[in-house]
Nanobody, 126 residues
């Protein structure tokens, strides 16, 4: 059983940068697809970015592409989300997620991930 824990969220000014981390324990997270999702107040959870098990393939939501970078260090069992040029609309609780099942799937859907962290709050002030 994999456990995920996010960290790094805080209050930051618009235009600033922030790096989130997702630490994994248990299981074999280096074999998993990993992703970041976020949920703003009063809104549904939305996909942010995903990364393949070896980090070769990444995919981003259009609104963050070019501003956010997802990466992972399998030796450390840690995934990252480097965020830059932050906007107030990026304010949300950010969750990391992992999928241990093999096969093709829609990487943008949270329903296809098996493991979730508790989330970390990112607040971007204008």
């Amino acid at each position: 059983q994999v456990q995920l824990r996010e960290s790094g969220g805080r209050l930051v000014q618009a235009g600033g940068s922030l790096k989130l981390s997702c630490d994994a324990s248990g299981g074999s997270p280096s074999n998993y697809y990993m992703a970041w999702f976020r949920q703003a107040p009063g809104k549904e959870r939305e996909f942010v970015a995903t990364i393949s098990p070896m980090g070769v393939s990444t995919f981003y939501q259009a609104s963050v592409k070019g501003r956010f970078t997802i990466s992972r260090d399998n030796a450390k069992k840690t995934m990252y989300l480097q965020m830059s040029s932050l906007k107030p609309e990026d304010t949300a609780v950010y969750f990391c997620a992992g999928r241990g099942r093999p096969g093709d799937f829609d990487r943008r859907s949270g329903d296809n991930y098996d493991y979730w962290g508790q989330g970390t709050q990112v607040t971007v002030s204008s």
